[in-house]
């Protein structure tokens, strides 16, 4: 990780420390307002390109994330902020491998033993710190304990780091895995929307929901003008709310 994305993080963090701790104070008072939403959502991320020869390599992957989001209640309608970890990531898989160095496309020869390994992946992970505004609304309410509500915004993302983890195959089977840093020219700030549809329960003094969530960059990830990659994801939330 950068000595940028290091300074980047810490200063989040201890800003929304901050934020968190006076929030926290205020809701003493007004503890009908304000509401804590600790969360985690796995999903797939892929990415819109500008060019279809690279999606005949590329494919979506798994990614991950979490947070803590903070809520305002304003008569039906909550305004919502806070704090995320996101994950948005791509994987490329090579078969048939008959010679002695595979060729990436990104970070060039890598060293695969064809007398070792049948196949070979590459998983290109890029890491987040993300601050949304948003808002959620109780769309169909079952009685005084449960809902579905529906949320959107959208949300700064802070590029902190990026990561190609190497995986080699024989037969079929996972035999070898390797993760390092991954350097490119990377957009340190991008904007992006989200879209939430949830199921609250209420248990006497907390909430707990669940359901799919899909984020969309607005723009690129890198700031290559020939190759746009454009990431989005779609993931199950599940959280609480006291």
């Keep these: ?58 494919n979506p992957s798994v990614a991950n994330g979490g947070g803590l989001s903070i809520s ?35 970070i060039g020869f890598t060293n695969v033993n064809s007398q070792s390994y049948d196949a070979v992946s590459y998983k290109y992970l890029h890491q987040y710190i993300t601050v949304p505004l948003g808002v959620s609304y109780p769309a169909i309410k079952f009685g005084h304990s449960s ?43 991008n904007l992006s929307s989200f879209y939430a549809i949830t199921y609250e329960r209420k248990l006497k003094k907390i909430a707990f929901f669940v359901g799919p969530k899909f984020d969309l960059f607005h723009n690129p990830n890198t700031n290559n003008t020939s190759v746009k990659r454009t990431p989005y994801k779609v993931s199950l939330l599940l959280g609480v709310t006291f």
Excluded: C, W
């Design 72 to 106: 305002y209640q304003i008569n039906k309608l909550k305004i919502q902020s806070g704090i995320q970890y996101q994950e948005y990531a791509i994987v490329e898989k090579y078969n048939g491998i008959t010679f002695g160095d595979q060729i990436d496309r990104q």
């Design 147 to 189: 809902a579905v509500n529906l949320a959107l915004g959208i949300a700064s993302n802070f590029h902190v780091n990026s990561k190609v983890i190497l995986k080699k195959y024989n037969n079929g089977k996972s035999i070898d895995k390797k993760s390092e840093d991954y350097k490119f020219d990377a957009r340190k700030v």
């Design 1 to 58: 990780m950068s000595l940028f994305a290091k300074n980047l993080v810490m200063k989040l963090l201890v800003t929304s420390l901050f934020i968190g701790i006076s929030l926290f104070s205020f809701a003493q008072e007004e503890k009908n307002i304000l509401s804590f939403s600790p969360f985690v959502q796995t999903g797939t991320s892929y990415r819109k390109i500008n060019k279809d020869i690279y999606s005949m390599y590329e």
